[in-house]
């Protein structure tokens, strides 16, 4: 095995990244106002900021699922057993004994075990339940001619607050889990040059160096 910095993050996928923490952020926000949970923004610019950038992040969405299926990239989000809990013994307390971590990134499979369970748990449940609770609170001017309209809003709303709590808190999670191994810089960094020093069989670099030459970088003498 040998070490190379590999471009594991194409392009797309960090503008993907970054515009969505930005517009996840700005709902957050926005919605804890709607929530009187702050009064920075008054509650009309508050709402009308919320429904714009849910719909550029419904968008940028939209893009995304095209890119992760024509690119073949879902593979790095189907779930796997394996390895899943020595993940979790090590952010148990593993990690506070200074052991390594467990997974080994490999240009194949860069997310460890716990991290696609969370982002699949995300992308097919909560991020879902966002969007239907969403367009259903934006529309009840079309169904509350409905009997008990009102009781179902309230179910709606409750459900939407609900999947903006899922989605904080692992952002919270997310954000903590940034800071132990290597370190926030270390593990940010990647996400904004799209390179990260991974181990590489000699069959994986011969292929690289063959076929994919633009994903690794040359190291430095």
């Known amino acids: 095995m040998s070490k190379r910095q590999v471009k594991i993050y194409p392009r797309f996928e960090r503008i993907w990244h970054w515009t969505q923490v930005l517009l996840i952020l700005t709902l957050l926000f926005t919605g804890m106002g709607l929530n009187g949970l702050h009064h920075i923004i008054p509650f009309g610019p508050a709402v009308i900021f919320h429904t714009i ?14 890119w992760l ?6 593979r790095q989000f189907v779930p796997t057993l394996d390895g899943l809990v020595d993940v979790i013994r090590f952010y148990a307390y593993g990690v506070f004994k200074g052991e390594k971590h467990p997974h080994k990134k490999v240009i194949w499979r860069k997310h460890n ?6 982002y699949f748990g995300l992308k097919v449940a909560v991020f879902p339940l966002v969007w239907i609770t969403g367009i259903l609170y934006m529309s009840y001017n079309f169904w509350e001619h409905i009997p008990d309209a009102g009781f179902y809003l309230n179910i709606v709303a409750n459900l939407h607050l609900l999947a903006a709590y899922i989605v904080a808190a692992f952002i919270i999670i997310h954000l ?3 800071t132990i191994g290597h370190g926030f810089r270390a ?6 040059t799209g390179y990260e020093e991974i181990d590489l069989s000699p069959e994986e670099e011969a292929y690289l160096i063959k076929d994919e030459p633009w994903r690794l970088k040359e190291p430095q003498s």
């Open 53 to 66: 950038a849910a719909l550029l992040l419904l968008v940028l969405w939209i893009f995304a699922t095209f």
């Open 69 to 74: 299926f024509t690119t073949g990239t879902w």
């Open 176 to 178: 903590y889990l940034l």
């Open 187 to 192: 593990h940010v960094k990647p996400m904004i």
């Open 113 to 118: 075990p716990l991290q696609i369970l969370a």
